[in-house]
C-alpha cells in the first residue's frame, strides 16, 4: 500500500505510486489519475507539501515546531482562523459543486455540412465589394481572369502562370463577389 509521503526531502527517494497516493491525498482528489512524468510529480508533490504546511501552520502550531503537512480527510474542518479571508474563501471554495466537464458536441455528419467547395473554374464578374491593392498577388489573379477570353479561367492555368497556389486568392476574390464559380465547363 502506498505511503503518504509528509517530509519534502523524501520526494526524491520515493517511488511514483507513492508520489501519485501523497497528491492525491494531500489534494482532496481521489478521482486524480496521476502523474506518467516522474519530474513532474515531484513537483507537484513539493508543491502539496508545502500548501499542506502553510494551512496547518495557520491553523497554529506550537512555539519551535515545523507544521507538518496533514491531509484534507486528516484536517476535515476549515483551517483558517474564524473571521479571516482565507477561512471565508475556504468556506466559499468547499461549498460549491465540482467543476464537471462539458459534453463533447455531437459532430455533424457530412452530408448536414455541406461538401467542401471545389473550385475548378472562375469567371470575372467586373463588380467587387472591394479594392485589391495594386500591387499584390490577389490583383495580379483578378486581372489576368478578366483578360483571359471570356473573362474565364481555371485553377490550373492560374497556377501555371503564377508557379505557386493560387486557391486561397480566388476563394477571398470569390467571396468579395469580384469571380464566381463555374459550375459547367464552357
Not at 526524491?12 to 478521482?31: F, I, Q, V
Not at 515546531?65 to 474542518?77: D, F, I, N, Q, S
Amino acid at each position: 500500500m502506498p505511503t503518504i509521503i509528509r517530509d519534502r526531502e523524501a520526494v526524491r527517494t520515493a517511488s511514483l505510486d507513492d508520489l501519485n497516493h501523497t497528491y492525491r491525498e494531500l489534494r482532496g482528489e481521489p478521482g486524480f489519475k496521476g502523474f506518467s512524468n516522474r519530474a513532474a510529480a515531484e513537483v507537484q508533490v513539493q508543491m502539496a507539501i508545502m500548501a499542506a504546511e502553510d494551512v496547518v501552520g495557520h491553523a497554529g502550531v506550537p512555539p519551535g515546531t515545523r507544521p507538518v503537512a496533514k491531509t484534507v480527510r486528516e484536517l476535515g474542518h476549515n483551517p483558517y482562523k474564524e473571521g479571516t479571508m482565507s477561512h471565508r474563501l475556504h468556506e466559499e471554495i468547499t461549498s460549491q459543486q465540482p467543476i464537471t466537464p462539458r459534453p463533447k458536441a455531437a459532430e455533424q455528419p457530412a452530408a448536414e455540412r455541406g461538401k467542401r467547395l471545389v473550385i475548378d473554374r472562375v469567371r470575372a464578374t467586373f463588380s467587387g465589394e472591394s479594392r485589391p491593392q495594386a500591387g499584390s498577388i490577389r490583383n495580379q489573379v483578378l486581372l489576368f481572369v478578366q483578360a483571359a477570353p471570356e473573362h474565364t479561367c481555371t485553377v490550373a492555368a492560374l497556377e501555371e502562370h503564377f508557379q505557386q497556389p493560387v486557391r486561397g486568392y480566388l476563394q477571398k476574390l470569390i467571396e468579395k463577389n469580384h469571380l464566381v464559380i463555374v459550375e459547367d465547363a464552357q
